[in-house]
């Protein structure tokens, strides 16, 4: 079974320009999630697709957003980008609901490798 | 809600020691509870997983941790290091009925000295 695949692994922009990324999650998964991962701040949540609708959202600004197409595949923007933004983008993704009648939920997550972003 | 705390951002432990990871958690209501590994400029893959079963969990590489409610905590154990071990360690907790989204803790770098 393929694992979570996340593109590209490494970029390079400037201020003020935007970058698309872009996660392919497990088949079967349902669920995608995005986190930004800094020295200073950890793991921050930005959202969660769960059948191309935003379920749950982060304390970001506007300028980072996404989307989930009908194929589960997610793409995030950040829009007008800023030094602090600079980071490891980790997508994951689960199942997003319980996987058998009566059966949780656990919230267990498969995680990508990452997409770096550096900015200028 | 729900939180974590890892106490120690840094632990190092020489090789064949004992390695010990604290996590303490908060939950209103029965959680499920996370060890996740990340090697450097890779993904977190998860190591064990508390699902309210047993409260002696057994991962992956040696790895375990014990659920004690009482003292609301999920610490992580493996009784020799190996310098391999050395990585990124992240607790988490999410509960049932809720978002199904995980909450972290800020993450123990264990570092293994030969």
């Known amino acids: 079974k393929a694992g979570v695949t996340q593109t590209p692994r490494y970029l390079i922009k400037t201020r003020g320009q935007q970058v698309t990324l872009s996660c392919s999650p497990i088949?079967?998964?349902?669920?995608v999630s995005w986190y930004q991962q800094t020295p200073g701040q950890g793991l921050q949540f930005l959202f969660e697709?769960?059948?191309?609708?935003?379920?749950n959202k982060g304390n970001f600004p506007g300028r980072f957003s996404g989307r989930q197409f009908s194929n589960s595949r997610s793409e995030m923007n950040v829009s007008t980008l800023e030094l602090g933004d600079s980071a490891l983008y980790l997508c994951?993704?689960?199942?997003?609901?319980?996987?058998?009648?009566?059966?949780?939920?656990?919230?267990?997550?498969?995680f990508g490798e990452g997409s770096r972003l550096t900015v200028l | 809600a729900q939180s974590v705390t890892q106490l120690g951002s840094h632990v190092s432990v020489s090789e064949g020691a004992l390695v010990l990871l604290r996590c303490n958690y908060s939950s209103s209501v029965p959680p499920y509870l996370f060890w996740y590994v990340q090697y450097p400029n890779q993904g977190l893959q998860l190591l064990l997983k508390y699902t309210s079963a047993a409260t002696l969990v057994k991962g992956i590489n040696g790895f375990e941790a014990e659920f004690k409610k009482s003292e609301t905590s999920f610490h992580l154990t493996k009784p020799s290091a190996h310098m391999s071990d050395a990585a990124e360690y992240f607790c988490a907790v999410s509960t049932s009925g809720g978002s199904y989204i995980p909450t972290f803790g800020r993450g123990t770098s264990l570092i293994v000295h030969p």
């Open positions: 697709y769960f059948s191309e609708t935003q379920r």
């Open positions: 088949s079967g998964h349902r669920s």
């Open positions: 994951a993704s689960s199942l997003g609901s319980p996987p058998l009648a009566g059966a949780p939920n656990t919230g267990e997550l498969f």
